[in-house]
């Protein structure tokens, strides 16, 4: 998601006020969604029709991961904007963390279709309007 705390939501916010985008780390490995491919896939599953009393949890994922320093050089190109190096080194509890989605295309069919730099390019004109039309206001 794009909450404010997650790492996009502070890596959107930051890119959409002109940069430059400063995050503690830059190393960790995540598994980064587009919110329409997490969308499609939870309407999909939300058709299946599970085996009678059973539960199967699964993973809504692209099962790519993508370092927080390309994700950020990905949104600085779209914005316009600078990447600061962090300036300490930052604990990272859980350095990469990838999902596999196999049972979820096992059940659907579905496949991720929008790339991060699309998804990133979106975002950030999504998390820019209310800023524009607040200002108009």
């Not at 587009?34 to 299946?48: K, N, W, Y």
């Not at 196999?102 to 950030?124: E, I, K, N």
Request: net charge negative; with cysteine; hydrophobic share 50%.
């Amino acid at each position: 998601g794009s909450s404010r705390e997650s790492v996009i939501g502070r890596a959107l916010r930051q890119a959409a006020a002109g940069g430059p985008i400063a995050l503690q780390s830059l190393t960790p490995v995540r598994d980064f969604i587009a919110v329409q491919d997490a969308a499609e896939a939870l309407l999909r599953l939300a058709q299946v029709s599970p085996a009678a009393g059973t539960c199967e949890a699964v993973n809504v994922s692209t099962a790519e991961g993508t370092s927080v320093r390309s994700m950020a050089e990905e949104l600085a190109q779209a914005a316009r904007v600078a990447i600061s190096e962090p300036s300490g080194a930052a604990e990272d509890d859980i350095p990469a963390l990838v999902l596999d989605n196999t049972r979820l295309q096992a059940l659907t069919g579905w496949t991720p279709s929008v790339s991060l730099a699309q998804g990133l390019r979106q975002a950030l004109a999504a998390f820019a309007q209310p800023a524009a039309s607040g200002a108009a206001a």
